[in-house]
């Protein structure tokens, strides 16, 4: 039986917080090859995403050079639509890695692991439980506290809290 060699960590990403940074640099620690998966998600829910695709990854590209995660060698960001086991399948990757934060999380998540099961029995689901320090942090409550003024300073890397700034004074 092989190795599990590569694993794509996918989100949307709207944006990247310092917990989606935590669950990447733990998902390279545990496997050689990570890629980042930026899901487009124009339909996500029903309403679209404050930032465009590629601000996302822009954004994340940004933010793991700035983290010095990049410097570990061995990740990278790619955009993706459609399925993500088909995103996986292209790219050769046996596993999917996701961060679980609270018990509201799973039920979600074990939806999501076991369509992808469904659909591809071949590739793994893998979590790890995020770091307690970012446990109420996601991206929902960080666009909800920019959009009000509040400093994000503690929840994202630089790079985003200043794109959060200029968003938000934009709109
Ligand atoms: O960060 P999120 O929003 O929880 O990430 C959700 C994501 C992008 C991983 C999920 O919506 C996804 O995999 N979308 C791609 C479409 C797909 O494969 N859907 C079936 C599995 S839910």
């Known amino acids: 039986m092989n190795h599990i060699q590569h694993v794509v960590v996918p ?3 709207d944006p990247v917080t310092l ?4 669950v990447i640099s733990r998902a390279r620690h545990l496997f050689p090859q990570v890629t980042v998966a930026v899901a487009e998600s124009r339909t996500k829910r029903g309403v679209g995403t404050a930032f465009t695709l590629e601000e996302r990854v822009d954004m994340l ?5 700035e983290q010095g995660v990049s410097s570990i060698g061995g990740i990278r960001v790619l955009p993706f639509t459609g399925l993500l ?3 996986c399948r292209e790219l050769g990757a046996g596993g999917v890695v996701k961060g679980l934060r609270a018990m509201t999380d799973f039920e979600y998540e074990l939806q999501q692991a076991d ?3 469904h659909l591809a029995p ?4 893998v979590f790890v439980m995020s770091n307690p320090g970012y446990g109420y942090v996601s991206s929902s409550i960080v666009r909800e506290l920019a959009s009000l003024g509040s400093d994000v300073s503690t929840l994202v890397p630089p790079c985003v809290a200043i794109k959060l700034r200029e968003h938000f004074t934009a709109e």
């Open 11 to 13: 989100g949307t990403f």
């Open 19 to 22: 917990g989606h940074i935590d």
């Open 61 to 65: 590209r940004q933010a793991l050079d």
């Open 85 to 87: 086991v088909d995103f």
């Open 115 to 117: 369509l992808n099961a």
């Open 122 to 125: 071949d590739i793994e689901s």
